[in-house]
């Protein structure tokens, strides 16, 4: 047998934060141009990409083949006043609705700069997403002495598939912006309270 050396193929470089993957849920109901809802203080995000098998023994060895997708994104969050993810979320599991969800790429890294139309002028980037139509499986809010969190599953219809999802600048800054900077004398009122900061 003659001697093959395909060589090896590496990949150095820093990890990816858990920090940087960034969930949004849409409602099925709403308009077209609706806005994308990134769900807040979210703590937890997990993906699972799993299905079934055939797995069975013949006369002559084993046959082992694919059969389903059974794709599923687990969501954490803390409940914020005015999120409306929460909302989403259990209308969607009273009223038998499904769920649009995109798990997000918001690393820099991993930008990419695309067209409008063809319009080499229309340019912005856009971060690698999964996306698909979750079915909620369920909806826990946990009420302990510590902060409120609520807790759901999504199950995903077919399976996720691979896109992108464009995020500017701005909007990167706006979303991972909790206080903006302010001088003495600015504005009153606590930060994140009922009465907005004036």
């Known amino acids: ?12 470089g820093t990890p990816t934060l858990g920090k940087k993957i960034w969930y949004f849920i849409q409602s099925t109901s709403a ?27 013949t006369k002559f060895g084993r046959v082992v083949m694919p059969s389903t997708n059974e794709d599923s994104i687990e969501l954490t969050t803390y409940v914020v006043p005015g999120d409306k993810a929460i909302d989403i979320i259990k209308d969607a599991k009273h009223n038998g609705h499904q769920v649009k969800v995109w798990r997000v790429n918001v690393d820099k890294r991993f930008a990419v700069e695309e067209t409008e139309d063809g319009d080499p002028e229309k ?11 979750g079915v909620v499986d369920s909806l826990d809010v946990d009420d302990g002495d510590d ?23 701005d909007q990167l800054s706006a979303l991972e912006e909790l206080a903006k900077y302010e001088r003495p ?5 606590d930060f994140g309270s009922d009465e907005p900061a004036q």
Do not use: C
């Open 185 to 189: 004398g600015e504005t009153t009122g």
């Open 123 to 133: 340019k912005h980037q856009a971060f690698p997403a999964m996306f698909g139509y």
């Open 31 to 57: 308009a077209v141009g609706a806005k994308a809802i990134l769900p807040a203080a979210q703590t937890d995000g997990s993906t699972s990409i799993e299905g079934d098998s055939i797995d069975e023994q």
């Open 1 to 12: 047998m003659a001697y093959v050396d395909n060589g090896v193929e590496t990949t150095k």
């Open 147 to 169: 902060l409120v969190s609520a807790d759901y599953t999504l199950n995903i219809i077919g399976k996720l598939t691979d896109g992108t999802f464009p995020l500017s600048d």
